[in-house]
């Protein structure tokens, strides 16, 4: 079944811990991308990959670092989280090319920094 | 000026009624758009890709695309009450800061009553 999985599902931390959310897809997609949800704020970007190794910044990259050295997974790290980064964090990934194809999304991680 | 702007909801339409959801965007070069649904507490899916000027059908949706006027749209026919959810649009940028950037609006939360 093609998708795009993440781990953890929740998670509850502290302020400071270092956390990493994992992401799979098993979809051979060149594009991959981190987005945070708040309410009334909408998806915003945090970063995005085009392909192995080549990362970018989105909207709101502020305290979050990603690496892409494999096609598959695309890990965001929260070096020192905080309560500011509670938030509903979405990996997805798709086809990158003259006409960019639409999103596959995860199911989504609840992050609570406290 | 938000760069993928939708109009202000909640918007509710009783049952059998046609939804009508708006978007703009300021990308002037965007030539990818994209309409998600979400449901409360999960991830977006995709209802609809559009890439060029006019119309697209796909069972009661509708996607219509202006570029000169920098609007997408989506209509819903036919409404039921499974389609209460928050519709979302999303736009690719097309080159410089936006390039391989994806922009989604702040969403519309329909309601649809029977």
């Known amino acids: 079944e093609a998708q795009v999985t993440q781990n953890p599902r929740y998670l509850i931390t502290v302020t400071g811990k270092k956390l990493t959310v994992t992401c799979s897809q098993n979809?051979?997609?060149?594009?991959m991308s981190w987005y945070r949800q708040d309410p009334g704020l909408g998806l915003r970007q945090i970063y995005y990959?085009?392909?192995?190794?080549?990362?970018d910044k989105g909207d709101v990259p502020e305290g979050y670092k990603v690496s892409r050295k494999e096609k598959r997974n695309f890990p965001l790290i929260l070096e020192s989280p905080s309560p500011n980064q509670t938030s509903l964090y979405f990996c997805?990934?798709?086809?990158?090319?003259?006409?960019?194809?639409?999103?596959?999304f995860g199911d989504g991680t609840r992050l609570s920094i406290l | 000026q938000k760069e993928v702007e939708q109009n202000s909801g909640p918007l509710s339409v009783p049952e059998g009624a046609i939804a009508s959801l708006n978007c703009t965007y300021s990308?002037?070069?965007?030539?990818?758009f994209f309409w998600y649904r979400q449901y409360s507490g999960k991830s977006p899916e995709l209802i609809m890709s559009?890439?060029?000027?006019g119309d697209k059908e796909d069972g009661r949706f509708t996607a219509q695309l202006n570029k000169a006027s920098q609007y997408v749209s989506l209509l819903i026919r036919d409404s039921q009450p499974s389609d209460s959810a928050t519709y979302l649009c999303?736009?690719?940028?097309?080159?410089?800061?936006?390039?391989?950037?994806?922009?989604f609006g702040q969403g519309t939360i329909l309601t649809v009553h029977p």
């Open positions: 997805a990934s798709s086809l990158y090319g003259r006409s960019p194809q639409p999103q596959h």
């Open positions: 979809m051979n997609h060149e594009y």
């Open positions: 990959s085009m392909n192995v190794e080549v990362t």
């Open positions: 990308d002037r070069g965007s030539q990818s």
């Open positions: 559009i890439y060029s000027n």
């Open positions: 999303a736009v690719w940028g097309a080159g410089g800061t936006s390039y391989g950037k994806l922009t």
